[in-house]
């Protein structure tokens, strides 16, 4: 449904920390589905752990945190051009199942349950090969850039 040059209109994130490779389903105003694939020659192998490569769990709450920013902007029906830009500001009830490793493909899953005029809460779940490798409870707030 969106590829990653679509997804630069609504994330100001970019290499290396863009998290986002697909969305492959959206509803504004209700959820997301997007892609996430993890691979060896993302720079963060070189010290996370070079031996035996982990991606780092944070960095699987900011993969949903950015997938929950698409749809944030999309519910808004807005892009990063209009001024805006949507933080995560807040974490609750994170829990890692399993380590995500090279090869893998994250599936991220979000759903809102309140959106309000600035911030927005949603449940967030990563999943490889179906199974969940991560939950959290997300938070974003929007703010506006000049």
Excluded at 5 to 27: A, G, W
Excluded at 41 to 46: L, T
Excluded at 47 to 73: N, R, T
Excluded at 79 to 90: P, Q
């Amino acid at each position: 449904m969106m590829d990653v040059t679509e997804i630069q209109k609504y994330l100001p994130h970019r290499y290396p920390f863009l998290m986002i490779d697909r969305v492959l389903e959206l509803k504004a105003d209700k959820s997301i589905i997007a892609l996430k694939n993890v691979t060896y020659n993302e720079q963060i192998f070189n010290g996370h752990f070079p031996a035996s490569p982990v991606f780092p769990g944070v960095l699987i709450v900011e993969a949903m945190a950015q997938a929950a920013g698409i749809l944030a902007f999309k519910s808004r029906n807005r892009t990063l051009s209009d001024g805006y830009v949507y933080f995560l500001a807040g974490t609750d009830k994170t829990k890692f199942k399993r380590s995500v490793v090279p090869g893998d493909q994250l599936i991220l899953e979000v759903e809102i349950t309140r959106l309000r005029n600035h911030w927005m809460k949603a449940v967030g779940r990563a999943l490889v090969d179906g199974q969940c490798v991560c939950e959290s409870l997300l938070t974003c707030a929007e703010q506006k850039v000049t």
